[in-house]
């Protein structure tokens, strides 16, 4: 029994893996350049995809054989809704629906206010709907809410 909690313990230290997952370039950067001391000290990894069929590719790898460290499944992801190919809904339904990836912690990043959407969002078990427009084009408090979550919550066990 100790030895699982410790092994708990020590995941709950580990670097924690993060996708994003956005088409916008502007908005890339501007995440990029607000979690960049956070990936330097070893915090976060991050990884980006430019649209939904892309991320859906590489998650649908991990699901298939996350195995190995290669193929760790990311702790949280940061999904916007409105992409070209596939858009955000898509991805989150394909997530909810694959029993390896469906307690995957995914937090939405869009300009819609839609109430409609917002709930629609919540439906689908996100962790946190948040306005592109509310952060302005400075993502401190993205990356103050990455940590203070990733420190303070038990993320599921991949």
Same mark, same amino acid.
């Given at each position: 029994?100790?030895?699982?909690? *410790? ?9 924690? !893996? ?10 890339? &950067?501007? &995440?990029?350049?607000?979690? #960049?001391?956070?990936?330097?000290? *070893? ?10 069929? %892309?991320?859906?590719? #590489?998650?649908?790898?991990?699901? %298939?054989? %996350?195995?190995? $460290?290669?193929n760790k499944i990311p ?20 997530? #909810? ?19 409609? $959407? &917002?709930?629609? %969002?919540?439906?689908? !078990? ?10 302005? !084009? ?6 103050e809410l990455l940590e ?9 066990? !991949?």
């Amino acid at each position: 029994m100790e030895e699982v909690s *410790g092994n708990i313990l020590i995941e709950f230290f580990m670097k924690k !893996n993060i996708f994003l997952v956005d088409d916008d370039e502007t908005d890339v &950067i501007a &995440i990029k350049r607000a979690l #960049r001391r956070k990936v330097q000290e *070893g915090k976060f990894d991050l990884d980006i995809f430019r649209d939904g069929e %892309a991320v859906t590719e #590489r998650l649908e790898e991990i699901g %298939a054989s %996350a195995d190995g $460290e290669g193929n760790k499944i990311p702790d949280i992801i940061l999904l916007d809704l409105n992409m070209p190919k596939m858009g955000g809904f898509e991805v989150l339904e394909k997530i #909810r629906n694959d029993h390896k990836l469906k307690t995957m912690v995914v937090f939405i990043l869009s300009t819609s206010k839609n109430p409609q $959407e &917002i709930k629609r %969002a919540y439906c689908k !078990n996100v962790a946190g709907y948040l306005v592109k427009d509310e952060m302005g !084009n400075r993502y401190e408090r993205l990356t103050e809410l990455l940590e203070t979550y990733s420190d303070t919550v038990a993320l599921p066990p !991949n």
